[in-house]
């Protein structure tokens, strides 16, 4: 299965992502947690490239396709054999965030990006996508205090430093993708604390399992039975 994780800046996906990861692993499940921009060797490289608020000569075009080269070799080497070898495979941000980023944001042609991105994903789409919303002041504080924090002001801070209403055509669109595609997206309230933002997570996770009568929902509760 295919879970990726979206939303603005400082959302807390990551923190979300690595709280499921951690939860389907203790019942059993085998999961692969990636990123992009970042998750293989040649996204590692495009990343200080991409999130340096020091580069300054990037023009939007350059930017898309390297976020698209990036999606190419991570879907080839990371993703699709992952999926293959029956691994849950949870993904910190890929495709909507292009047309969010790229479309939304930057005002590129979303049909334009929906084409370029089903190229670079060999048409790979995930079953959930877990939409981290919250008011764009709120996940901007979030953000900048952790980059602070971790010392990544500079080296990570390129869309950060974007204006308030970048952030907030980025947010509207993410609520437009998943109006278009209810049945892929749950859409996660993340300006609550975190341990009711995981929980939100799970439900959506055996909310979806239901819907394609899949067991692992009615698994994961008798576990949950046995737990307590
Ligand atoms: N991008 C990416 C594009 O433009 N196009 C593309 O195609 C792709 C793939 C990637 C950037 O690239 C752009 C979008 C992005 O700008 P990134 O740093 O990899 O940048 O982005 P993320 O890892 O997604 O990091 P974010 O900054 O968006 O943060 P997260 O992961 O949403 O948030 P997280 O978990 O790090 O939390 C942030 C802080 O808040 C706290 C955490 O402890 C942390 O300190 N926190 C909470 N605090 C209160 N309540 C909660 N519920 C909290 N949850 C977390």
Same mark, same amino acid.
């Given at each position: 299965m295919f879970i990726t994780f979206e939303g603005i800046e400082g959302a807390g996906k990551t923190t979300a992502l690595n709280y499921l990861a951690g939860f389907l692993q203790r019942r059993g499940y085998d999961c692969l947690c990636t990123r992009e921009?970042?998750?293989?060797t040649l996204g590692r490289n495009l990343r200080p490239i991409l999130l340096?608020?020091?580069? *300054?000569? %990037?023009a939007g075009r350059a930017e898309l396709f390297l976020f698209l080269a990036d999606r190419a070799q991570h879907v080839a080497e990371v993703i699709r054999p992952a999926l293959e070898a029956g691994q849950i495979v949870l993904c910190d941000r890929y495709t909507d965030s292009t047309l969010a980023?790229?479309?939304?944001? *930057?005002? %590129?042609?979303t049909d334009y990006l929906r084409r370029l991105n089903e190229a670079a994903s060999g048409g790979l789409q995930p079953q959930l996508t877990l939409l981290f919303d919250l008011p764009v002041r709120c996940g901007l504080m979030r953000a900048g205090e952790r980059n602070r924090t971790e010392g990544?002001?500079?080296?990570?801070g390129r869309f950060d430093s974007e204006s308030l209403d970048f952030h907030e055509r980025v947010r509207l669109g993410y609520r437009a993708l998943a109006e278009e595609e209810p049945e892929r997206f749950a859409i996660v309230?993340?300006?609550?604390p975190p341990e009711d933002v995981v929980l939100q997570c799970r439900s959506a996770l055996e909310a979806h399992w239901r819907s394609q009568d899949l067991n692992e929902a009615d698994m994961l509760e008798e576990q949950d039975n046995d737990d307590n």
């Open positions: 921009p970042g998750g293989c340096d608020a020091r580069t *300054r000569t %990037l980023y790229q479309g939304y944001g *930057r005002g %590129l042609d990544l002001t500079f080296s990570e309230d993340a300006a609550q």
